[in-house]
């Protein structure tokens, strides 16, 4: 990887965080956060992780945007707009900059195939939710197989899996290309991926916490909605929705470390 001096680092996101201000991608945390990501992902794994990175940002916010009308219902039920806050940058992308971090700090080059995996992960996720939440067939959920509304937590629909895995895909290929990956850690990043998709929804199916909004009566991810206290329906009360979102990215870190000693870099 060629290394890059922090504030040359630190100016470059910022040619990048700025205009995501302005575009309304980030709210003000969440450009904050994510000007430490990606100047710790720069300045530690060089250009290669930084368009990684980008390849998954640019990408799953143009798609939170693209026919926002039509995903309305899903942004009414997770609380969340098309813009990302501090609390989803990290949780999208806080264990991909541990992992670029341990990279440098160890030169082991299977934290940098976990920084990818992680990144897939995410990639896949955003995707499938994106993507799959304009599906003309309803979601069904995945552990019992009933008819859920879209934007429902456990939902998954033929469209949204199709998504999930090109947006593992493309990262796992961005990522092959920069780093110069086996086959075997291509597949193992773009695998990882769709494992953190799948576990996502395996935990939103079954332990993420769900709540009845008093106000509006519909099940929801967050405690509070229509500006009013909701009351908790099932699952565990610290599972959220960004907390079942970095177990997505731990999951895709985690294979693509377990594979990544198959080729060094």
């Not at 309304?24 to 100047?39: D, E, K, N, P, T």
């Not at 494992?195 to 509006?216: E, I, K, P």
Request: charged share 10%; glycine share 14%; net charge positive.
């Amino acid at each position: 990887m060629w290394t890059i001096h922090p504030l040359i680092a630190l100016a470059l996101v910022l040619t990048v965080v700025v205009p995501a201000l302005r575009l309304r991608w980030l709210s003000l945390s969440g450009g904050c956060a994510a000007l430490v990501v990606g100047w710790v992902t720069l300045a530690a794994g060089g250009w290669q992780s930084a368009l990684v990175l980008l390849t998954f940002f640019v990408s799953s916010s143009a798609l939170s945007r693209w026919r926002a009308e039509r995903k309305r219902r899903m942004e009414l039920l997770t609380g969340k707009g098309s813009r990302r806050g501090a609390v989803q940058v990290l949780a999208n992308g806080g264990v991909a900059t541990v992992a670029v971090a341990l990279y440098a700090l160890s030169g082991d080059s299977r934290w940098w195939v976990a920084f990818a995996g992680a990144y897939a992960a995410a990639n896949a996720d955003t995707w499938g939710s994106e993507l799959g939440a304009l599906s003309p067939h309803p979601p069904r959920h995945l552990l019992t197989g009933r008819i859920l509304q879209a934007g429902d937590s456990g939902g998954v629909t033929a469209l949204g899996f199709l998504a999930s895995g090109m947006g593992s895909g493309l990262v796992a290929l961005v990522a092959g290309a920069l780093g110069a990956l086996s086959v075997a850690q291509v597949t193992a990043v773009a695998v990882g991926g769709l494992v953190g998709s799948v576990v996502d929804s395996l935990l939103g199916a079954s332990v993420q916490a769900r709540y009845r909004c008093d106000v509006c009566g519909e099940v929801v991810e967050h405690a509070r909605h229509c500006g009013s206290s909701a009351q908790l329906l099932g699952g565990w009360r610290w599972l959220s929705n960004d907390v079942v979102n970095l177990c997505c990215t731990l999951a895709g870190s985690a294979v693509g470390w377990v594979w990544g000693g198959l080729r060094g870099m």
